[in-house]
């Protein structure tokens, strides 16, 4: 088994990065822009464990641990986010977020 | 003997009164009937009455030579200036403190009667004990600093009590005139307090005296000293013109009539109006000093005195008639301090405390029996109806008083105040002449009694010894004067008759003279060396017969006129023709003049001035800054929000374009950086 390059790595994660921001910035479902989101979480998760792999022992440690307390994170924040998708499309019916735009003068 | 005495508990005493009165009021604010009112005059009439007590057991501890100077504390101290909250109790100050707490005693317990039905009776005596409270403190104050506190202090009662019923309007407007006015004189101390710590380096009155009795006499002087002396006496004296409403200061004190009856008596008559009297007989050494300026108090005191009697002559409401002769009275007090008889003055004071109280309240009685009818045209016969006993046998005794008929006590200080003119010596400078004006004085001020006795007498003509003008109706209301008003003013009748025999030299009686003697007289002697030099120590004490003839006379012929002139009621228009109670005489108020000239002088400039002002700095300036600063930020805003308010989407597209702008100044800056460096490179291989 060929390790992978390091360089590699960080490339597919800034991709995956960028897929996720431009899902945000370009989907108008609110639900699209959620998944966009996640896909940015993981994207950072992945550059993380690929910089963890270059470092000697115990702070190797450190890049593995914080991807695990990110995934909790997001599965906590996935829950709040989704109920409050939920409340806000009972009020008008449409996950479609330009139909938010409410905050006027 | 000299024993210490706890002097602050004759001034704690009423302002514990006030206190508590205010709390009560404010507690009782909500409810129907306010605070029990037994309660509030329990406490309103005790504390004065404490403090006077207090007073007595003060004086009793008191020596003639060392008098009484307690510091409580260090009021403030910068370098070499240092002040001390200082009392200082001498005969002077017993004296006044005396009858001021008598007198007010006695105008509280006459209070309660008289406010008894009113809906604001707890913030009436709460504000007559803050008065009490402040007058004491102007008189017992050690320092010219506490004596202002004081004189602020019942300035300021003054003006709470001439708007007490504020829902009239002329009221509250007579009450701003007093303080306004006030404040002009007051202004006048405060700078002349200034310029005497300029000269003696102290505010403390023994200081004070002690550096006026070592101050180089004559050309060992410096000239600028001798000015800032001679303006700080001038200067003080123009508070007391503010306070005692004198020439050129006088317009507030008729106004200041708005006020309740007790106010006007204890007020505006018997106390704080003769402050200015008590400043310059504490200040006396000051003021012998600089004897051009005493001649400037004659002056002024003499021309008020005519100018308050002539305007007592045509006023149609009895307060006023009372307040212009007030004002005429103060003149004869503050003629007597002109030539430097300090004691006569202040025996003219204390008299006219007792007779003008007196002559007040009994007014009060008679308004507070009519239900409020001040108009004396609407007068007449009072003494006939049923309830008026009292007030018309005190108002006989204050008339008689007043009048300067022989035996009552402004006979025997008035005679003096006469005698001390015709006798007296005042150097008047016009160009390079001078011209001894003291005799000139004194028969003005011997026309002037004769004036007072005409006006007194037709007070009493219209109010009671003409044809009743009354309406039947009004007749059957007359109200009774209750005990708690009966019994001051039969105490206060009694004294406006017997006050002169303090000081009655045909029976060998000076006690009042002897007792301040050892404040005043060195003063007094200073006095009349400045008036009249080689003239040191011939102040007269014995009787002129001749002067006090000449005044009796005028007294009579005074009381003829005015008996034949008014026999028959008011001259005049009725008041069913005129109905306003303004004067009849010349168709306007007395102070016409004075607050004509007043206008013309300060009320139009200022209202220039202000416009003015509002114009350029208000509008233009100040304006134009501000409202250019807020269109700019609310234009800013204005495009700033049209990013917020659009799509969703595009705040966020805008936000990661910032972030990322973040990120990339270092690199950017960076690449200027090292651009600029290849291009000087780059330009180097150039040249």
């Given at each position: 088994?060929?390790?992978?390059?390091?360089?590699?790595v960080q490339?597919?994660?800034?991709?995956?990065?960028?897929?996720?921001?431009?899902?945000?910035?370009?989907?108008?479902n609110?639900f699209?822009?959620?998944?966009?989101?996640?896909?940015?979480?993981?994207?950072?998760?992945?550059?993380?464990?690929?910089?963890?792999?270059?470092l000697?022992?115990?702070?190797?440690?450190?890049?593995?641990?914080?991807p695990?307390?990110?995934?909790?994170?997001?599965?906590?924040?996935?829950?709040?986010?989704?109920?409050m998708v939920?409340?806000?499309?009972?009020g008008?019916?449409?996950?479609?977020?330009?139909a938010?735009?409410?905050?006027?003068? | 003997?000299?024993?210490?005495?706890?002097?602050?508990?004759?001034?704690?005493?009423?302002?514990?009164?006030?206190?508590?009165?205010?709390?009560?009021?404010?507690?009782?604010?909500?409810?129907?009937?306010?605070?029990?009112?037994?309660?509030?005059s329990l406490?309103?009439?005790?504390?004065?009455?404490?403090?006077?007590?207090?007073?007595?057991?003060?004086?009793?501890?008191?020596?003639?030579?060392?008098?009484?100077?307690?510091?409580?504390?260090?009021?403030?101290?910068?370098?070499?200036?240092?002040?001390?909250?200082?009392?200082?109790?001498?005969?002077l100050?017993?004296?006044?403190?005396?009858?001021?707490?008598?007198?007010?005693?006695?105008?509280?317990?006459?209070?309660?009667?008289?406010m008894?039905?009113?809906r604001?009776?707890?913030?009436?005596?709460?504000?007559?004990?803050?008065?009490?409270?402040?007058?004491?403190?102007?008189?017992?104050?050690?320092?010219?600093?506490?004596?202002?506190?004081?004189?602020?202090?019942?300035?300021?009662?003054?003006y709470?009590?001439?708007?007490?019923?504020?829902?009239?309007?002329?009221?509250?407007?007579?009450?701003?005139?007093?303080?306004?006015?006030?404040?002009?004189?007051?202004?006048?101390?405060?700078?002349?307090?200034?310029?005497?710590?300029?000269?003696?380096?102290?505010?403390?009155?023994?200081?004070?005296?002690?550096?006026?009795?070592?101050?180089?006499?004559?050309?060992?002087?410096?000239?600028?000293?001798?000015?800032?002396?001679k303006?700080?006496?001038?200067?003080?004296?123009l508070?007391c013109?503010g306070?005692?409403?004198?020439?050129?200061?006088?317009?507030?004190?008729?106004?200041?009539?708005?006020?309740?009856?007790?106010?006007?008596?204890?007020?505006?008559?018997?106390?704080m109006?003769?402050?200015?009297v008590?400043?310059?007989?504490?200040?006396?050494?000051?003021y012998?000093?600089?004897p051009?300026v005493?001649?400037?108090?004659?002056?002024?005191?003499?021309?008020t005195?005519?100018?308050?009697?002539?305007?007592?002559?045509?006023?149609?409401?009895?307060?006023?008639?009372?307040?212009?002769?007030?004002?005429?009275?103060?003149?004869?007090?503050?003629?007597?301090?002109?030539?430097?008889?300090?004691?006569?003055?202040?025996?003219?004071?204390?008299?006219?405390?007792?007779?003008?109280?007196?002559?007040?309240?009994?007014?009060?009685?008679?308004?507070?029996?009519?239900?409020?009818?001040?108009?004396?045209?609407?007068?007449?016969?009072?003494?006939?109806?049923?309830?008026?006993?009292?007030?018309?046998?005190v108002?006989?005794?204050?008339?008689?008083?007043?009048?300067?008929?022989?035996?009552?006590?402004?006979?025997?200080?008035?005679?003096?105040?006469?005698?001390?003119?015709?006798?007296?010596?005042?150097?008047?400078?016009?160009?390079?002449?001078?011209?001894?004006?003291?005799?000139?004085?004194?028969?003005?001020?011997?026309?002037?009694?004769?004036?007072?006795?005409?006006?007194?007498?037709?007070?009493?003509?219209?109010?009671?010894?003409?044809?009743?003008?009354?309406?039947?109706?009004?007749?059957?209301?007359?109200?009774?004067?209750?005990?708690?008003?009966?019994?001051?003013l039969?105490?206060?009748?009694?004294?406006?008759?017997?006050?002169?025999?303090?000081?009655?030299e045909?029976?060998?009686?000076?006690?009042?003279?002897?007792?301040?003697?050892?404040?005043l007289?060195?003063?007094?002697?200073?006095?009349?060396?400045?008036?009249?030099?080689?003239?040191?120590?011939?102040?007269?004490?014995?009787?002129?017969?001749?002067?006090?003839?000449?005044?009796?006379?005028?007294?009579?012929?005074?009381?003829?006129?005015?008996?034949?002139?008014?026999?028959?009621?008011?001259?005049?228009?009725?008041?069913?023709?005129?109905?306003?109670?303004?004067?009849?005489?010349?168709?306007a108020?007395?102070?016409?003049?004075?607050?004509?000239?007043?206008?013309v002088?300060?009320?139009?400039?200022?209202?220039?001035?202000?416009?003015?002002?509002?114009?350029?700095?208000?509008?233009?300036?100040?304006?134009?800054?501000?409202?250019?600063?807020?269109?700019?930020?609310?234009?800013?805003?204005?495009?700033?929000a049209?990013?917020?308010?659009?799509?969703?989407?595009?705040?966020l597209?805008?936000?990661?374009?910032?972030?990322?702008?973040?990120?990339?100044?270092?690199?950017?800056?960076?690449?200027?950086?090292?651009?600029?460096?290849?291009?000087?490179?780059?330009?180097?291989?150039?040249?």
């Amino acid at each position: 088994m060929t390790a992978i390059d390091p360089f590699h790595v960080q490339l597919l994660a800034a991709l995956l990065f960028t897929l996720g921001l431009m899902v945000v910035l370009a989907r108008r479902n609110i639900f699209l822009v959620l998944m966009g989101v996640e896909l940015m979480l993981n994207a950072v998760n992945l550059s993380f464990v690929g910089f963890s792999q270059q470092l000697p022992g115990a702070q190797s440690l450190w890049g593995q641990l914080t991807p695990l307390f990110t995934i909790a994170i997001a599965a906590a924040e996935a829950c709040v986010g989704l109920a409050m998708v939920i409340c806000i499309t009972r009020g008008k019916d449409t996950v479609d977020s330009d139909a938010f735009a409410d905050m006027k003068e | 003997m000299n024993s210490y005495f706890p002097l602050w508990l004759i001034a704690a005493l009423p302002l514990l009164g006030a206190i508590l009165n205010g709390a009560l009021s404010l507690a009782g604010a909500r409810s129907a009937n306010g605070p029990s009112k037994g309660f509030v005059s329990l406490i309103a009439v005790a504390c004065p009455g404490l403090s006077f007590a207090f007073t007595l057991a003060a004086a009793s501890h008191l020596s003639a030579t060392a008098p009484m100077s307690q510091s409580l504390w260090t009021w403030f101290s910068a370098g070499g200036f240092h002040l001390d909250f200082t009392l200082l109790f001498d005969r002077l100050t017993s004296m006044m403190l005396l009858f001021v707490t008598g007198i007010g005693t006695l105008i509280h317990l006459y209070s309660v009667g008289y406010m008894w039905n009113d809906r604001g009776f707890a913030r009436f005596m709460a504000y007559m004990n803050l008065f009490m409270f402040s007058m004491i403190m102007l008189v017992l104050g050690g320092n010219l600093p506490v004596t202002f506190m004081g004189w602020e202090g019942v300035g300021l009662c003054s003006y709470l009590l001439i708007g007490f019923w504020h829902h009239n309007t002329e009221y509250n407007d007579a009450a701003r005139k007093a303080f306004v006015m006030n404040r002009i004189g007051d202004l006048g101390f405060l700078l002349g307090a200034f310029a005497l710590v300029q000269v003696c380096g102290s505010l403390d009155y023994l200081d004070i005296r002690g550096w006026f009795h070592n101050a180089p006499g004559g050309d060992a002087m410096s000239p600028s000293t001798h000015g800032w002396i001679k303006a700080a006496a001038l200067l003080i004296f123009l508070g007391c013109t503010g306070k005692s409403a004198q020439i050129p200061l006088l317009t507030w004190l008729p106004d200041a009539m708005a006020g309740p009856t007790p106010v006007s008596a204890l007020i505006h008559a018997a106390t704080m109006v003769t402050s200015g009297v008590y400043l310059v007989a504490r200040l006396g050494d000051l003021y012998s000093f600089v004897p051009e300026v005493l001649s400037v108090i004659l002056v002024i005191g003499c021309l008020t005195a005519i100018f308050g009697a002539v305007a007592g002559l045509f006023q149609n409401d009895i307060k006023k008639a009372l307040a212009y002769s007030t004002v005429s009275q103060l003149g004869f007090m503050f003629m007597a301090c002109g030539v430097g008889a300090y004691d006569v003055a202040l025996f003219h004071v204390f008299t006219h405390a007792f007779f003008k109280a007196t002559l007040f309240l009994g007014a009060g009685a008679i308004i507070h029996g009519l239900h409020h009818e001040q108009d004396m045209r609407r007068m007449g016969g009072l003494h006939k109806l049923k309830g008026m006993f009292v007030a018309y046998m005190v108002l006989c005794f204050g008339w008689y008083a007043i009048l300067g008929l022989p035996g009552g006590s402004g006979f025997v200080s008035k005679d003096l105040i006469l005698e001390r003119l015709w006798h007296g010596h005042a150097a008047l400078t016009i160009g390079s002449s001078h011209v001894d004006i003291a005799q000139i004085v004194a028969v003005a001020a011997l026309i002037t009694a004769l004036i007072t006795a005409i006006y007194m007498t037709r007070v009493m003509m219209l109010t009671f010894w003409s044809p009743s003008r009354l309406s039947d109706e009004a007749k059957h209301h007359v109200e009774g004067t209750p005990f708690t008003m009966a019994l001051p003013l039969i105490i206060l009748g009694a004294g406006s008759m017997g006050a002169g025999y303090l000081w009655f030299e045909p029976m060998r009686l000076d006690i009042f003279y002897e007792y301040l003697k050892p404040v005043l007289h060195p003063n007094e002697m200073a006095a009349a060396g400045g008036l009249a030099p080689g003239m040191e120590g011939a102040t007269v004490v014995q009787t002129d017969w001749l002067v006090t003839f000449m005044a009796t006379v005028g007294c009579i012929a005074g009381l003829l006129i005015a008996v034949v002139v008014w026999r028959k009621g008011p001259t005049g228009k009725s008041a069913e023709a005129h109905p306003s109670s303004d004067p009849t005489g010349f168709g306007a108020s007395w102070t016409w003049a004075f607050d004509r000239i007043y206008h013309v002088l300060v009320v139009l400039p200022t209202r220039w001035a202000s416009l003015i002002l509002y114009w350029l700095v208000e509008q233009a300036l100040i304006g134009g800054i501000t409202y250019a600063i807020a269109e700019l930020t609310a234009y800013l805003g204005d495009g700033y929000a049209t990013i917020q308010r659009s799509r969703l989407r595009t705040s966020l597209v805008l936000s990661v374009a910032g972030a990322a702008a973040i990120l990339w100044i270092h690199p950017i800056t960076d690449g200027i950086r090292y651009a600029s460096s290849a291009l000087s490179h780059i330009l180097s291989l150039l040249y």
